[in-house]
Nanobody, 115 residues
Framework: QVQLVESGGGLVQPGGSLRLSCAAS????????MGWYRRAPGKKRALVAR??????SYAYAVLGRFTIARDTAKKTVYLQMNSLEPLDTAIYYCCCRDVYLYDSWGQGIQVTVSS
């Protein structure tokens, strides 16, 4: 199992930006897919963005505002979040899938958008 460590969350005002990072431990297992999910208060965890060899994909709610990027050599995935809105408030979880199609999850990191 891959260990994932997230960083970069916090409190930001509406319209502001944050950058989340997620670093995967060296596990010897090839990672084929990395991404971010979020769980807003009172809601189920939902996909925000994922990236693999086929490129990035995004939830409709974040299109044009969020950008996912991956540093394969560093086994790190980033989520640049711009034009943040109060509805983006959630716990954000990093996820990765290895070559055996096993998913690993980070602990989650809080993002709060509020004035």
């Amino acid at each position: 199992q891959v260990q994932l460590v997230e960083s970069g969350g916090g409190l930001v005002q509406p319209g502001g930006s944050l950058r989340l990072s997620c670093a995967a431990s060296e596990s010897g297992v090839k990672i084929v897919d990395m991404g971010w999910y979020r769980r807003a208060p009172g809601k189920k965890r939902a996909l925000v963005a994922r990236i693999n060899n086929g490129g990035p994909s995004y939830a409709y709610a974040v299109l044009g505002r969020f950008t996912i990027a991956r540093d394969t050599a560093k086994k790190t995935v980033y989520l640049q979040m711009n034009s943040l809105e109060p509805l983006d408030t959630a716990i954000y979880y990093c996820c990765c899938r290895d070559v055996y199609l096993y998913d690993s999850w980070g602990q989650g990191i809080q993002v709060t958008v509020s004035s």
